[in-house]
């Protein structure tokens, strides 16, 4: 080996490992211009870069790597008449014009990472998950990474045009446009209130559809007793199925929201249904006059639009008389809210049939005059009542007293020992207790008054006032 070898040998090593040649120096010589580029990849501030639409901001986000569509979008041009991708596609080419050597950059766009020439494929999922639902108003809502939307924000406010609008606004818009054109109906992009919110995944461009509930309003009458107010589970499988309740999951095969909503299902292609109304009545009470204000919510609907006229003689139809609705018509959330939190005054219709039982429950004759009946229970007219939660509710409600008042008491009627009246009473007053005394948990009460057991016969209500 000679000693020229030898020394080869060396500085292909020193190169290799430790890069302290003076080889090495030169090499960091030439590539000067190269490094002071990669620098401006880490937004030095000490180099001078006025924002776009200046020609150095505009030649600074072609040199990091921005796609057509946000150099169009933050380039700071006018987009009046052309879409982002032909502003960035003129903003490229002025720029290229002075900076040939930027001409071939290949890089993911760092204010998008490329998600603009994904909007085809994206909007093409949306459609054909939209396919099935018939909707007018579509909000769409993006989830990006937090560092993308964070780095985004900081080229897009030092570098480009502080006015332009950001990447979920811009997504929304490119999307927007595309699927109106290929939807055949009219789509309004809303951001509030939408009737179908589509998030889409920017990371895997999955989407996934919210389908909001669609509501209607009406006064239904209940017309025969039996019925509960809602879908009442089986108690012995809490609604699974089970021998007891012949595999239905409920203890009563109808109720009020089964014979008006049900219909309804098939109609908006609906997947369930709740109702909401304002107040209950219990299972064998009917409910007459103008009827109960119910909000009724079809979950999950593929349809939205039907003559509603038509709804509601479908309903009374298929209900054959036992349950009755006043008119259909469109109703909203917040219509549920108002609802269920009015206080209305109710009017009932009750009977009930009195006897003066003594202490071994023997039956004793009557010693009242029916005009002493009606004095005595006219003393109700006006009376604020003393309620303790009766014992048929205890166990669902807390232990408390109300105070009630009756407005009015009416058409009093003594049959022997049946009697009936109207009345008005405040919302929230116990009616049945009112009657019997509960045991003396209700004071004044009728049962009191004549200072007879009372047994209610039947109860109706005949009107809330409300509306
Ligand atoms: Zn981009
Ligand atoms: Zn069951």
Redesign the pocket.
Known sequence: MTEDNIDDDWTNYSSAQYGTGENNFEEEEINESQLLNDDLDFYDDNYEISPAPSISGQTHLVRIGCCDFCLGRVGGVSLANKTLKQAGVEIRSEVLKLNPDLENIEKVCPLCEDLFSEIDLIASRLISELKEYEFSRLQLGFQLPNDLLESEEYIRINFGDKRSSNLKQALSSEISMKIRMLLETDVEIVNESPEILALIDCLTLSVKLECRSLYLYTRYCKLERGLPQTKWH?R??KG???E??DYT?LQYLESVQSLIADPLLEIFSADSHSTHSMGREDIDVRCLGNGRPTVIELKNPKKRNADLDKLTSLVNKSAKGRVEIKQLRNSNKSEVVRVKDAAADKSYHICFKVSNLDEEGNELEINLTDDEIISKISKLHGAELNQRTPKRVSHRRADKIRKRKIIDLFEIKVDGKIIEFKLRAQSGTYIKEMVTSDSGRTTPSVAELLDLTCEVEWLDVIDIHSD
């Open positions: 089986c012995t499988c699974r199925g089970c007891k309740c999951g």
